[in-house]
């Protein structure tokens, strides 16, 4: 009898992408970090492509995949977000499936997944198959092979769902035991027994026998691991985790067993610190241990055809105990607000679902002008998502359309494919998951709601957006200021709302702060720039200008007329409209420029109400990322001031301060701020300026020490931790330069007093490259420094948490 174990993570986040400009804009929250994707990029994807195996002093032993040795799905938004913004840990993801196909019988460990996490059991036929269709297409062109697994989005399942799935020949899906309703062997005229209640055998794959004569394998995860996992802490020890999943091993049982655990993967390092480490350690020790072996679901079914029929809830999900309702009704199922209540599901999903079916006669009528078939269109629209150039679309045309259509007939069929597009992702399931309509989640989808919308009514559709409103209108906040579903739209989805002019209003506004060429790229929009004309006077200025603003998405474009006028300090003033001719733009020129360099501004603020009627612009209209770096331009030199009056409030009363404190008597609180203020701005700049001086970093935190300042430990690492990327992407160009090591080595050094942990994800692993590329080649690589060389990076290793022994010469050599 031989025992497997199998390790599943469920990596997703809900998609954060400006329905408008196709990428994440700058969230708050996740300060320090630019949004919340980025944040748990660094703090679980990131590290379980490389995960440290520690010793048993905590120092680094080895860097090794966890991908390559579990089984895993990455949703696809998020792998298009990864391979935009981190493509390093794309590529890395994409690589450890091929790793694991060497190690488990040319069998890959990721799995496909539905598109944009929709409940698919409340998708409509046409919904369901798209949504499979895209994964399945979306995974064969990251991982160059077909998929054998589907994960299902909270693994919401029913015969229908998994009959898709068979048609497009998925093998296998994981459900939660408690979905299983009964079973029975696949012998001839074998009992059913009931296994309600998570009392299915998850150690042995199922067959789930389908209406049409298909048939897929399920295999349900041990419950009580998996939430241990999830919800009770077992991460915090990976010996502790290694022994619980070799614990649930069945040693009394003749027939070879699987032993498999699914959560979501961000439990391994985002949800718990060091969760990647500990999963390392379990499966090192797993291995070591000789009771058992790893595998994935693919090797495993291969060798161990099911034996047995099941039958499941219909419709179920491993997330709500009341089938799907929690996607659909206030059932119950909330993430812990108490007196609150979730009612406002039903119209949510009531008023999505008339959308789409009003979209649908729509698109089918419209689309049928430009592509022979709309919707198998549709689904074949997810080459041109992962690929838009005019290669990819010119071929999708070629494939799909009714006769040659010119420029505006293709920009019309990709405006319709992105209605449908959007369509689909206002179903995903994360607007339903939390507890208030008002919530970022919910707001999300909404917003993709608002796009299909302003979609439509731009192609001619009948305006649909009153009904839309009457109905959410029914979806009662929690939140008493934020009242319904209604007013939530007026208040965080309406603003959100882009047009040519909004973009064309930020690259005017934005212009007058940065320079840029006469073509630029502002997120999915290419800005062309036909006639631009720039005056001073003092801090005040006067941009005009026309510009051809495309949407690269869909290819339609605008030409439009700006004025922008800058008065010093945040006052700003910026009308747009459409381009009308020649002499209107001239004399537009002219009129601004001429009060301008009277320097009568309310002249010139009256000759752009004039042109542009009442309609303005101001830095309140900047998408999030420019409205932060213009005004840091503009708070540059109140920030400065507030530093020199501050540090000459320290430098005058640090003495005094000192004293008080050696002699434990009360501080002066009133000097507290600014003692702050100038503790932390001074650690900032040590490591933005790259050439930190150690001893007066440790000045400052003694200081901080002495004088109770609370140091702003988030940012501090952040910042750490990008001087560290700048010198490892340094050193990795150029790991001859010793007097480069030797300052990476002194910086490292600093780690041992800084209050925060850093994340030195990519500093480790450059480390880790170098002693494998430079290390065997040292007399060559460094001219004559071998020893040199050896003795600074022997230091940077232990600075940087690795395991280092100076006793033995060959130490590295065998790390290597």
């Known amino acids: 009898m031989e025992k497997f174990i199998c390790v599943h993570g469920h990596f997703y986040q809900p998609p954060r992408e400006n329905p408008w400009l196709e990428s994440v804009e700058m969230q708050g929250s996740a300060s320090p970090y630019h949004d919340w994707n980025e944040r748990i990029c660094w703090e679980c994807y ?27 799905n990455f949703g696809p938004t998020l792998l298009s977000w990864l391979k935009d913004n981190q493509p390093e840990i794309h590529d890395a993801i994409v690589s450890a499936d091929s790793k694991a196909r060497e190690r488990f019988s040319g069998h890959g460990s990721a799995l496909a997944q539905a598109y944009n996490h929709m409940i698919m059991p409340l998708a409509n036929e046409r919904d369901k198959q798209t949504q499979v269709i ?7 062109t990251r991982f160059g092979r077909k998929p054998e697994g589907m994960w299902l989005p909270e693994c919401a399942a029913d015969n229908a769902t998994l009959d898709v799935l068979a048609q497009h020949g998925i093998k296998f899906t994981i459900l939660s035991p408690y979905q299983a309703s009964r ?21 042995l794959p199922y067959v789930v ?18 939430r241990a996992v999830a919800f009770e802490k077992l991460l915090t020890n990976g010996e502790t985790f290694a022994k619980r999943i070799l614990g649930s091993i069945d040693e009394g049982r003749k027939e070879d067993q699987l032993v498999h655990v699914a959560t979501d993967g961000e439990s391994y390092g985002h949800h718990f610190q060091y969760g990647d480490m500990a999963l390392a350690y379990a499966l090192h020790q797993i291995e070591q241990s000789g009771t058992a072996k790893l595998s994935i679901y693919g090797e495993y079914l291969e060798k161990h055809p099911p034996k047995h029929e099941v039958e499941i809830h219909q419709p179920s999900a491993w997330s709500c105990s009341h089938g799907v309702e929690r996607w659909n009704s206030d059932c119950g199922c909330n993430a812990g607000h108490a007196g609150w209540n979730q009612q406002w599901r039903a119209p949510l999903r009531q008023a999505l679902n008339e959308l789409r079916d009003h979209l649908a006669p729509f698109f089918e009528k419209r689309a049928a002008e430009y592509l022979r078939e709309p919707w198998k269109a549709r689904d074949d629209y997810i080459q041109v998502i992962l690929d838009r150039s005019d290669k990819t679309i010119s071929e999708f045309f070629a494939r799909h359309q009714t006769r040659e259509l010119n420029d505006a007939d293709r920009i019309c069929a990709l405006r319709l494919l992105e209605m449908q597009r959007h369509a689909m992702l206002m179903f995903t399931s994360c607007g339903w998951f939390f507890d208030e309509i008002s919530g970022i989640e919910s707001v999300q989808v909404i917003q993709y709601a608002a796009r299909a919308l302003q979609l439509a009514i731009e192609l001619g559709a009948e305006n649909f957006e009153q009904r839309f409103l009457e109905v959410l209108e029914q979806a009662k906040s929690n939140i008493p200021e934020n009242q319904n579903g209604r007013v939530i739209f007026e208040k965080f989805v309406k603003p959100a709302i882009m047009t040519r002019e909004t973009v064309a209003a930020h690259y005017a506004i934005s212009s007058l702060f940065e320079s840029y060429p006469d073509q630029t790229r502002i997120f999915a929009y290419t800005i062309q720039q036909e006639d631009r004309q720039l005056w001073t006077k003092g801090n005040a200025k006067l941009a005009a200008g026309r510009i051809k603003v495309t949407f690269d998405v869909t290819r339609n474009s605008d030409v439009v007329t700006y004025a922008a006028l800058y008065m010093g300090g945040h006052n700003l003033n910026c009308g747009i409209r459409h381009f009308q001719s020649p ?72 003495p005094l301060a000192h004293f008080l404190n050696d002699i434990h008597m009360p501080s002066l609180e009133s000097l507290a701020p600014a003692v702050e203020f100038v503790i932390n701005a ?34 501090l690492a952040f910042a750490v931790k990008k001087h560290f990327d700048r010198l490892s992407e340094e050193l990795l160009k150029s790991p001859e330069d010793l007097e480069l090591l030797e300052r990476f080595a002194n910086s490292a050094a600093l780690l041992s007093i800084l209050p925060h942990r850093v994340n030195l994800w990519r500093a480790q692993n ?9 290390l065997p080649h040292l007399d060559e690589r460094v001219n004559g420094k071998a020893e040199s060389w050896k003795e600074k990076f022997l230091t940077l290793g232990e600075n940087l948490g690795f395991h280092i022994e100076r006793n033995e010469s060959k130490s590295l050599e065998k790390a290597a």
């Open 209 to 226: 026998k389908l209406p049409e004569g298909r048939s897929i394998v399920v295999f349900f995860y041990d419950a009580p691991i998996s």
């Open 46 to 72: 990131a590290p379980n492509a490389r995960a440290r195996l520690l010793d048993g002093d905590g120092r680094i032993d080895r860097i090794v995949s966890n991908y390559s040795r579990i089984s895993f």
């Open 583 to 654: 002499e209107d733009y001239n004399n537009l020129v002219a009129e601004v420029r001429q009060t301008f360099e009277s320097a009568d501004f309310m002249e010139a603020i009256r000759v752009l109400d004039r042109h542009f009627g009442e309609t303005h612009y101001s830095i309140k209209n900047l998408f999030r990322d420019e409205q932060y770096k213009v005004l840091n331009q503009i708070l540059a030199t109140t920030r400065e001031d507030i530093y020199n009056s501050y540090k000459s409030l320290t430098d005058r009363y640090a």
């Open 766 to 774: 450059v480390y880790d490259q170098l002693r494998a590329t430079v």
């Open 134 to 140: 895209w994964g399945i297409r979306d995974f064969e």
């Open 682 to 715: 001074e650690l900032q700049k040590q490591f933005e300026n790259g050439h930190p001086d150690a001893e007066r970093v440790r000045n400052l935190v003694d200081e901080a020490r002495k004088t109770n300042a609370r140091i702003e430990e988030d940012r």
């Open 183 to 203: 079973m029975r062997p696949l012998a001839d005229k074998a009992e059913w027994q009931d296994v309600n209640g998570a009392k299915i055998d998850p150690k």
